[in-house]
């Protein structure tokens, strides 16, 4: 994690020293206690009262129990990846539940910023079905399958397995080549609007009647090549492009030492998404890496969440009535007590 926050602070990314070193100690002992693969940081999400630090990995442990059948199982489609969170480095990493279909739909439907408790009630139009771990995990869900990018070429797919691999020849092309969006596609599958990234064979329908109905979904609903080139996003509205990309740093180039040959730059990548602002990537002397930083929130999303009108207010307490501090004449004054007077006796009455 040290090279990765070297090369994001050229990006304006830096989380500073403590927190760096706090971060990666965090990573080792999460990765230890969970059992799981490959994890590593994946960004920070913003929140009105705390901020969740979040990591993804790979884990084969048990799934969740009574899951529904249209949720995509563990390892696959948007829960390919299992997410942790934490809002403070030096505790423990909770580890959030798998994504159904439901909270993306609605996910996509409103727009909401994290309060930074896992268990707090989501407040929207339509109502959101779940809680705010709920909500968290499902933009993550959205926010890497658009947002995770990797030069082209890097990985390919299993003709026999049909699984991930890395490609057997591929060389990371240069600083200058790597400008172009055209080099850069996404790593993961794109989701669905029934909230997956395949569609899911519906139950108890006979065979023929089955085809149609699947041959209808990927009409209505279709999907997209596994690497497409981010250069073939939908712009932003007034742009040419959903993705901007500039390199910093100095570019000259310099011979490398042997056993090396030929030259190298040390300038920076740097490539941001404009539909999820705060998803950047950067890349550096042959290694890359993703992250984001921001609320979840992404740029033209729908969203209908008009303000509340205020709450009636009680009437005022009626005040007391007081005297006039200023008044155009002096009131009389009580006598005062002749004190010299001598004191009555029992039963003595006034003359």
């Not at 790979?58 to 563990?74: D, T, Y």
């Not at 268990?119 to 709920?134: C, L, M, Q, V, W």
């Not at 519906?202 to 997209?224: I, R, S, V």
């Amino acid at each position: 994690f040290d090279e990765e926050a070297e090369m994001l602070e050229w990006a304006g990314i830096s989380f500073g020293e403590e927190d760096n070193f706090k971060l990666g100690k965090s990573i080792k002992r999460l990765a230890v206690m969970s059992g799981a693969d490959r994890v590593r940081f994946v960004g920070k999400m913003y929140g009105t009262q705390k901020d969740y630090w979040v990591c993804s990995g790979f884990l084969a442990g048990a799934e969740e129990l009574s899951v529904p059948r249209n949720q995509e199982k563990r390892g696959t489609g948007v829960n390919s990846l299992v997410y942790w969170v934490t809002d403070n480095l030096l505790s423990d990493w909770i580890q959030l539940p798998d994504c159904c279909p439901e909270h993306i739909i609605i996910a996509r439907m409103i727009k909401h910023v994290l309060v930074g408790d896992l268990n707090a009630t989501i407040d929207s139009n339509p109502p959101f079905p779940g809680k705010e771990r709920h909500f968290l995990r499902a933009q993550l869900a959205r926010i890497f399958a658009a947002t995770a990018i990797i030069p082209k070429g890097l990985f390919e797919i299993d003709e026999e397995t049909q699984e991930v691999k890395f490609a057997e020849e591929f060389a990371l092309p240069s600083t200058e080549e790597l400008k172009s969006t055209e080099v850069w596609g996404n790593l993961h599958q794109i989701v669905l609007k029934a909230g997956t990234t395949t569609h899911m064979e519906p139950a108890g329908m006979p065979d023929e009647e089955k085809e149609e109905y699947m041959a209808k979904l990927a009409d209505e609903d279709k999907t997209e090549e596994r690497f497409r080139g981010i250069n073939e996003h939908v712009p932003m509205p007034g742009l040419e492009t959903a993705w901007s990309s500039k390199i910093c740093g100095d570019m000259q180039q310099y011979n490398q030492l042997p056993p090396k040959e030929g030259t190298t730059t040390y300038a920076v990548n740097v490539i941001r998404s404009l539909r999820w602002p705060g998803a950047i990537t950067v890349a550096k002397g042959g290694k890359f890496t993703n992250i984001y930083v921001g609320y979840g929130l992404k740029r033209g999303d729908p969203s209908f969440n008009p303000t509340e009108p205020p709450e009636v207010q009680r009437d005022p307490m009626d005040q007391n009535e007081m005297p006039e501090p200023t008044p155009l004449q002096a009131p009389q004054e009580p006598p005062e007590p002749d004190t010299d007077a001598k004191p009555k006796e029992e039963g003595e009455e006034d003359e």
